[in-house]
C-alpha cells in the first residue's frame, strides 16, 4: 500500500498531474497502449504477408488505394459522427476492426487471401492507424479542458510511445513461437480492452456534459481550410513542405520494404524484422526528442534545423547508390522515422508562431490528413511510372528521391525567408502608429532568439502580441524572458506572462507569485493563484484558507474567482475545497460590508465564481443578480451566466440583448455558449420566438462567429423572414464577406433573393394600383373609415417599396464592392432626375444579363413617382381583385402590413371576406390571430 502511494506521489509529481485526473489519465494512457501496441503487431504482420505474397511491386498500386480511401473514409466518417454520438461510433470502429482482424487472421490462416484480397488488409491496416489515434484524441479532448488538456497530453502521449516500443518487439519476440498469421488473433485480444475503457471514460467523464460544453473542448470544423492555406503564404509553404517530407518517406518506405523482402523471404522472418525495427525506430525517436531536439533546435536555429531531415535522406539515398546494402535503407529509414517526429516536428511547430491560434486549428486536420493521403497517392503514381512502368531497380528510386530533396530544400528556403517577412510584419501590425515612429525596429534573426528580442524589448502591443503566439508553443527557451515581464508596467502584460509560465517547469516561482497576490489588479492576483494551484509546494487547501479568508477583499475575491476557475467540472474536488460553503460565506458576508464598492465587488467576484465553476445549487443566486439595479453587478452576472454553459440562462440572456445598458454582456455571454448557440437563435428568430429587437441583436451574436456556419444560418435568415431581420441578415452577411473573403458565399443566392425582391417589388406595385382602383370605384359610396383605412393601406405599401428596393441593393452589396452600390441607391431615391438617370446607366453596365432583365425595369419605375397605366403596362404588372389582394399581403412575414389590412377589412363590414378571416386567424402570429379571431367574431354576431 506504501508502494503504490509513493509510485502516485511520483506520478504527480514529475508528470504535473492532479489527485482526481490519475484515474481517468492513466486509463486513457492504456487505451492508447492497447491501440498502437495493437497496430504494432498488425502493421508488420500484415505488411510481411502482403510482400511474401505479391513482392514489393505491390506496393505502388497500394500506395494510391490507401490515399483513395482515406480520403474517401475521412468524408463518409464525417458523415457518421453527424448522426451518430462519438462514443458509438467509437465502439463501431472497434467492434468492426475487431471482427475484421479475426477475419483477416481466418482468412490467412486457411491460405484464402491471395492476389488482389491481400490489397484488402493491407489498405484496412493504414486506415486503422490513422482513425483510431484520430478518435482517440477527440475523445481526450472532451475528457480535458483546454488548460488540462496542455497539461496532461504529453504523458498521455507517453502512452502512444511505450505501445510503439512494445508492440514492435513483442511481434518480434512472437514470431519465434508463432507463425505470423496467427499473430492477427493476438491484436483483437488487446483492442477488446479499448471498449471497456472507453465506456467507461464516456459514462464518467463525458456523457453529463452538454452541447455547449463539448462544442467548447472540440477543434472547430470548417468546410474550406484549403482556402485559409491558399490565403496564407506561409501555411501553404508548411504545407508544401510537409507534402514532400510525406512523399519522400514513402519513396523510403518503399525501398525498405523491397529490400527487406528480397533479404527476408520468410514472412515470420519479415514480420520480426519488421516489428523490431518499428519499436527501435520509436526508441531512438524518443531519446532524439527527450536530450537532442532543443539543443539542436536550439544551436542551429529553426531555419537549420529542418535542414537536417531531408539531408540525412539525402546522404543515405546517394550512399545506397553506391553501396545497396540493406544495413544503408535501414540507416535512412531510422534518420526518416527519428528526425521526423523529433527536431523536424520541433522545428515546424515553432516555424508556426506567426499564425494565429485559431487558424492553426482550423488547418491541422487537413495538412495531416487530406496532404498526407494526396503525398501518399502521389508516391504510388511515381513508382508505378517508374518501377512497374519502367522496370527499373528499387535502388536508382535514390535519384527521384534525391531529386525531390533539393526540391524540399528549395521550400525551406523559401518557407524561412517568409517566416522572417511575416514575423516581421506581426511586430508592425501589433504596434500602433505612436510606438512604429517612437520605437527602435526589432531585427529578425533566430525564431527564438527573436522571440525573447520582442519579449524583453518591444512594446507592450508587441509583447502581448508575442505571449498570445507563444502560449500554445511551450518552449522552455521563453522562460527567462517571460519570468522578467512578470513586472512590467501593464496589467495585461503580467496576466498573459502569468499564463504562459503556468505551462513552463524551467523553475517553480510559486515565491514570486505569492508576492504578485498582493498585486493591485484583480485579474494578475487571479492569475497567480491559478498558478499556485498548479506549481505551490505546500497544502493548497491552506493556502487558499489563508488568502479566503483575508481582510484585503481584492486578495479574498481573486482567490475564489481562480479556485472556481481550477474547480470547473470537478465535482469532487469542489467538494473536497469546500465551495459551495466558501461561496455561501461570501454571499452572507456582502450584507456586513459597509461601502458600496466592496459590496459590489463581492456581488461581482460571486457571480463570476458561480459561473466559472458551474455552480448550479447558486444558479438561482445568479438569476436574481440578472435583474440587479446596479449595471455593472448586471452585466457580470449576465456575462457569467454565458460563462456556465447552462441553456437555462440562454433565455435571459437573450431578453437582455435590446437594453444598451445590458447589450454587450449578453452578446459575450451568449457568444460564450460557442457553435452550437447559431443553431440555438436561428430557431428562436425563425419561428418568431423572440422578439423583433431582441431578434436583431442576435444577429449581431451569429455574426460575431465570422464562421461558415454563421453565414449559412445568415442566408436562411433571409427568406421568409420579417423585413428588418431580413435586412439585418443582409448586412450582416455583407459584413462577413467582405471582412472574411476565406467564406463562401454561392452566387445564386444572391441572384435568387434580388430576383425574389425584384417580383415582390413588381407585386406590391400592383397592388397598389389596385387599390387605386378600388378608391376611384368606391368614392361615391362617401365612407371615410374605408377610404382612410385605404390610404393607410397604400402609405405603408409605399413604404414597403422604399424597404424592399433597399434590400435589393443591399444583396447586390455582397456581390459588388458596397462603394459601387450604396451611392447608385442614394441616386436612384433621393437623387435628382439626371441622377438618377446616370446611376441606372452605372448600374446596366455592371450587372449581369440575369440581373439586368430585372432589376433595370424596377429602378426605372422610380423615375416617375406616380403609378401610372404606362408604368403598369410597362412592367407588365397584373391586376388583382381586392380578395386576392388581401390573400397576396397576408402571405407575407410582415405583422404591420397584415393588421392594416385585416383594420380595412373590418371597416368594409362585407361578409365576403369570412373565409379570408378564418384562415388569417390561424397566422403564427399571436397579435395577427387574436386580432382576426377578433373581427371575425364581430362579422359572425
Not at 502560449?471 to 503580467?494: A, G, M, N, T, Y
Not at 485579474?523 to 483575508?550: C, H, M, P, Q, W
Given at each position: 500500500m506504501l508502494a503504490i502511494e509513493t509510485i502516485k506521489s511520483y506520478l504527480l509529481k514529475v508528470f504535473d498531474l492532479k489527485e482526481h485526473e490519475l484515474n481517468k489519465t492513466l486509463l486513457l494512457q492504456l487505451n492508447i497502449f492497447l491501440l498502437i501496441t495493437c497496430l504494432l503487431i498488425v502493421k508488420p504482420t500484415i505488411n510481411s504477408l502482403f510482400?511474401?505474397?505479391?513482392?514489393?511491386?505491390?506496393?505502388?498500386?497500394?500506395y494510391v488505394l490507401t490515399a483513395i480511401m482515406a480520403l474517401l473514409g475521412s468524408y463518409f466518417y464525417n458523415k457518421a459522427l453527424e448522426i451518430y454520438s462519438l462514443n458509438k461510433v467509437i465502439e463501431m470502429t472497434l467492434f468492426c476492426s475487431i471482427l475484421s482482424l479475426l477475419i483477416f487472421g481466418f482468412l490467412f490462416q486457411f491460405h484464402l487471401a491471395k492476389g488482389f484480397i491481400l490489397y484488402i488488409p493491407y489498405v484496412w491496416v493504414a486506415i486503422f492507424g490513422l482513425l483510431t489515434a484520430s478518435q482517440f484524441w477527440i475523445l481526450a479532448n472532451l475528457v480535458y479542458n483546454v488548460r488540462e488538456a496542455k497539461r496532461v497530453f504529453g504523458f498521455i502521449g507517453a502512452g502512444a510511445i511505450a505501445g510503439g516500443i512494445f508492440g514492435g518487439y513483442l511481434t518480434s519476440l512472437l514470431t519465434n513461437i508463432l507463425a505470423a498469421e496467427s499473430l492477427l488473433f493476438v491484436a483483437p485480444v488487446l483492442l477488446a480492452f479499448c471498449l471497456p475503457i472507453t465506456r467507461y471514460i464516456w459514462k464518467n467523464e463525458v456523457e453529463d456534459l452538454n452541447e455547449f460544453q463539448v462544442s467548447k473542448r472540440k477543434d472547430p470544423k470548417e468546410t474550406s481550410p484549403f482556402k485559409l492555406i491558399k490565403k496564407s503564404k506561409l501555411l501553404s509553404l508548411i504545407a508544401i513542405v510537409v507534402g514532400l517530407s510525406v512523399l519522400v518517406a514513402k519513396l523510403v518506405d518503399y525501398q525498405y520494404s523491397d529490400y527487406a523482402s528480397l533479404f527476408f523471404e520468410d514472412p515470420d522472418e519479415l514480420a520480426a524484422f519488421f516489428g523490431f525495427w518499428f519499436s527501435t525506430l520509436s526508441v531512438i525517436s524518443l531519446l532524439i526528442q527527450l536530450f537532442l531536439t532543443k539543443r539542436v533546435v536550439g544551436t542551429f536555429g529553426v531555419g537549420k534545423s529542418l535542414l537536417w531531415l531531408p539531408s540525412g535522406i539525402l546522404f543515405g539515398s546517394i550512399l545506397l547508390l553506391f553501396i545497396p546494402e540493406l544495413w544503408v535503407i535501414v540507416f535512412i529509414k531510422l534518420i526518416d522515422g527519428s528526425l521526423k517526429q523529433s527536431v523536424n516536428k520541433a522545428a515546424t511547430e515553432l516555424l508556426s508562431i506567426p499564425i494565429p491560434i485559431e487558424i492553426k486549428k482550423k488547418t491541422k486536420t487537413?495538412?495531416?490528413?487530406?496532404?498526407?493521403?494526396?503525398?501518399?497517392?502521389?508516391?504510388?503514381?511515381?513508382?508505378?511510372?517508374?518501377?512497374?512502368?519502367?522496370?527499373?531497380?528499387?535502388?536508382?528510386?535514390?535519384?527521384?528521391?534525391?531529386?525531390?530533396?533539393?526540391?524540399?530544400?528549395?521550400?525551406?528556403?523559401?518557407?524561412?525567408?517568409?517566416?522572417?517577412?511575416?514575423?516581421?510584419?506581426?511586430?508592425?501590425?501589433?504596434?500602433?502608429?505612436?510606438?512604429?515612429?517612437?520605437?527602435?525596429?526589432?531585427?529578425?534573426?533566430?525564431?527564438?532568439?527573436?522571440?525573447?528580442?520582442?519579449?524583453?524589448?518591444?512594446?507592450?502591443?508587441?509583447?502581448?502580441?508575442?505571449?498570445?503566439?507563444?502560449?500554445?508553443?511551450?518552449?522552455?527557451?521563453?522562460?527567462?524572458?517571460?519570468?522578467?515581464?512578470?513586472?512590467?508596467?501593464?496589467?495585461?502584460?503580467?496576466?498573459?506572462?502569468?499564463?504562459?509560465?503556468?505551462?513552463?517547469?524551467?523553475?517553480?516561482?510559486?515565491?514570486?507569485?505569492?508576492?504578485?497576490?498582493?498585486?493591485?489588479?484583480?485579474?494578475?492576483?487571479?492569475?497567480?493563484?491559478?498558478?499556485?494551484?498548479?506549481?505551490?509546494?505546500?497544502?493548497?487547501?491552506?493556502?487558499?484558507?489563508?488568502?479566503?479568508?483575508?481582510?484585503?477583499?481584492?486578495?479574498?475575491?481573486?482567490?475564489?474567482?481562480?479556485?472556481?476557475?481550477?474547480?470547473?467540472?470537478?465535482?469532487?474536488?469542489?467538494?473536497?475545497?469546500?465551495?459551495?460553503?466558501?461561496?455561501?460565506?461570501?454571499?452572507?458576508?456582502?450584507?456586513?460590508?459597509?461601502?458600496?464598492?466592496?459590496?459590489?465587488?463581492?456581488?461581482?467576484?460571486?457571480?463570476?465564481?458561480?459561473?466559472?465553476?458551474?455552480?448550479?445549487?447558486?444558479?438561482?443566486?445568479?438569476?436574481?443578480?440578472?435583474?440587479?439595479?446596479?449595471?455593472?453587478?448586471?452585466?457580470?452576472?449576465?456575462?457569467?451566466?454565458?460563462?456556465?454553459?447552462?441553456?437555462?440562462?440562454?433565455?435571459?440572456?437573450?431578453?437582455?440583448?435590446?437594453?444598451?445598458?445590458?447589450?454587450?454582456?449578453?452578446?459575450?455571454?451568449?457568444?460564450?455558449?460557442?457553435?452550437?448557440?447559431?443553431?440555438?437563435?436561428?430557431?428562436?428568430?425563425?419561428?418568431?420566438?423572440?422578439?423583433?429587437?431582441?431578434?436583431?441583436?442576435?444577429?449581431?451574436?451569429?455574426?460575431?462567429?465570422?464562421?461558415?456556419?454563421?453565414?449559412?444560418?445568415?442566408?436562411?435568415?433571409?427568406?421568409?423572414?420579417?423585413?428588418?431581420?431580413?435586412?439585418?441578415?443582409?448586412?450582416?452577411?455583407?459584413?462577413?464577406?467582405?471582412?472574411?473573403?476565406?467564406?463562401?458565399?454561392?452566387?445564386?443566392?444572391?441572384?435568387?433573393?434580388?430576383?425574389?425582391?425584384?417580383?415582390?417589388?413588381?407585386?406590391?406595385?400592383?397592388?397598389?394600383?389596385?387599390?387605386?382602383?378600388?378608391?376611384?370605384?368606391?368614392?361615391?359610396?362617401?365612407?371615410?373609415?374605408?377610404?382612410?383605412?385605404?390610404?393607410?393601406?397604400?402609405?405603408?405599401?409605399?413604404?414597403?417599396?422604399?424597404?424592399?428596393?433597399?434590400?435589393?441593393?443591399?444583396?447586390?452589396?455582397?456581390?459588388?464592392?458596397?462603394?459601387?452600390?450604396?451611392?447608385?441607391?442614394?441616386?436612384?431615391?433621393?437623387?435628382?432626375?439626371?441622377?438618377?438617370?446616370?446611376?441606372?446607366?452605372?448600374?446596366?453596365?455592371?450587372?449581369?444579363?440575369?440581373?439586368?432583365?430585372?432589376?433595370?425595369?424596377?429602378?426605372?419605375?422610380?423615375?416617375?413617382?406616380?403609378?401610372?397605366?404606362?408604368?403598369?403596362?410597362?412592367?407588365?404588372?397584373?391586376?388583382?381583385?381586392?380578395?386576392?389582394?388581401?390573400?397576396?399581403?397576408?402571405?407575407?412575414k410582415d405583422v404591420k402590413l397584415k393588421l392594416a389590412v385585416l383594420y380595412l377589412i373590418e371597416q368594409t363590414e362585407d361578409s365576403k371576406f369570412i373565409p379570408l378571416l378564418e384562415i388569417i386567424s390561424k397566422d403564427t402570429n399571436e397579435k395577427v390571430s387574436n386580432r382576426a379571431s377578433e373581427i371575425l367574431k364581430n362579422h359572425q354576431s
Open positions: 510482400l511474401s505474397e505479391l513482392s514489393a511491386d505491390a506496393l505502388p498500386l497500394g487537413f495538412t495531416d490528413v487530406v496532404i498526407d493521403s494526396v503525398a501518399t497517392g502521389l508516391a504510388g503514381f511515381i513508382l508505378i511510372f517508374f518501377i512497374n512502368g519502367l522496370d527499373i531497380s528499387s535502388t536508382y528510386i535514390s535519384l527521384i528521391i534525391s531529386v525531390l530533396i533539393v526540391v524540399w530544400l528549395v521550400f525551406i528556403y523559401h518557407l524561412r525567408q517568409e517566416y522572417l517577412f511575416v514575423f516581421k510584419k506581426l511586430l508592425e501590425v501589433s504596434a500602433d502608429k505612436k510606438e512604429r515612429t517612437t520605437k527602435k525596429e526589432i531585427p529578425i534573426t533566430s525564431i527564438v532568439e527573436t522571440v525573447n528580442r520582442v519579449l524583453e524589448n518591444g512594446t507592450e502591443s508587441q509583447v502581448l502580441h508575442m505571449l498570445q503566439r507563444a502560449l500554445p508553443v511551450k518552449d522552455e527557451r521563453f522562460f527567462k524572458s517571460i519570468k522578467k515581464l512578470l513586472l512590467h508596467v501593464s496589467p495585461k502584460v503580467r496576466v498573459l506572462a502569468i499564463e504562459n509560465l503556468y505551462f513552463l517547469k524551467t523553475e517553480n516561482l510559486s515565491h514570486e507569485m505569492e508576492l504578485l497576490i498582493q498585486d493591485s489588479n484583480q485579474e494578475v492576483t487571479t492569475a497567480a493563484f491559478r498558478y499556485l494551484t498548479k506549481f505551490y509546494s505546500g497544502n493548497t487547501l491552506d493556502l487558499f484558507d489563508k488568502y479566503l479568508n483575508s481582510d484585503d477583499i481584492t486578495i479574498s475575491n481573486a482567490a475564489l474567482i481562480s479556485l472556481s476557475i481550477e474547480l470547473r467540472n470537478k465535482p469532487k474536488l469542489q467538494e473536497a475545497y469546500q465551495l459551495s460553503s466558501r461561496v455561501q460565506h461570501a454571499i452572507d458576508t456582502v450584507l456586513q460590508l459597509i461601502t458600496f464598492s466592496e459590496k459590489e465587488n463581492k456581488i461581482i467576484a460571486i457571480t463570476e465564481t458561480i459561473g466559472n465553476a458551474r455552480l448550479e445549487t447558486f444558479y438561482t443566486y445568479l438569476l436574481q443578480q440578472t435583474e440587479a439595479s446596479e449595471i455593472t453587478i448586471k452585466n457580470s452576472a449576465l456575462l457569467n451566466a454565458g460563462k456556465s454553459l447552462a441553456p437555462e440562462f440562454i433565455d435571459v440572456l437573450i431578453k437582455h440583448l435590446p437594453s444598451r445598458d445590458t447589450r454587450q454582456a449578453a452578446m459575450e455571454g451568449l457568444f460564450n455558449y460557442g457553435d452550437p448557440i447559431i443553431s440555438r437563435l436561428y430557431s428562436e428568430i425563425k419561428n418568431e420566438k423572440i422578439d423583433l429587437d431582441e431578434a436583431s441583436q442576435a444577429l449581431l451574436v451569429i455574426e460575431k462567429f465570422s464562421s461558415q456556419k454563421a453565414i449559412n444560418v445568415l442566408i436562411g435568415l433571409t427568406d421568409g423572414t420579417e423585413h428588418h431581420i431580413k435586412m439585418e441578415a443582409i448586412e450582416a452577411i455583407k459584413r462577413l464577406k467582405w471582412a472574411n473573403p476565406n467564406l463562401e458565399i454561392n452566387d445564386r443566392f444572391i441572384v435568387n433573393r434580388v430576383l425574389d425582391e425584384c417580383h415582390l417589388y413588381q407585386n406590391t406595385l400592383s397592388v397598389i394600383h389596385s387599390q387605386i382602383v378600388l378608391q376611384h370605384k368606391r368614392a361615391s359610396l362617401g365612407n371615410d373609415k374605408i377610404t382612410e383605412a385605404r390610404n393607410a393601406l397604400m402609405l405603408l405599401l409605399e413604404q414597403r417599396l422604399d424597404r424592399q428596393l433597399q434590400r435589393i441593393f443591399s444583396l447586390l452589396g455582397i456581390k459588388y464592392p458596397p462603394d459601387d452600390i450604396d451611392p447608385i441607391l442614394n441616386n436612384i431615391i433621393h437623387g435628382e432626375e439626371e441622377q438618377r438617370i446616370h446611376a441606372i446607366e452605372f448600374l446596366d453596365n455592371i450587372l449581369n444579363a440575369q440581373l439586368k432583365r430585372e432589376l433595370i425595369p424596377v429602378a426605372e419605375s422610380f423615375l416617375t413617382q406616380d403609378i401610372s397605366e404606362e408604368k403598369i403596362k410597362k412592367l407588365n404588372l397584373k391586376v388583382y381583385s381586392e380578395i386576392e389582394c388581401y390573400q397576396l399581403l397576408f402571405q407575407r
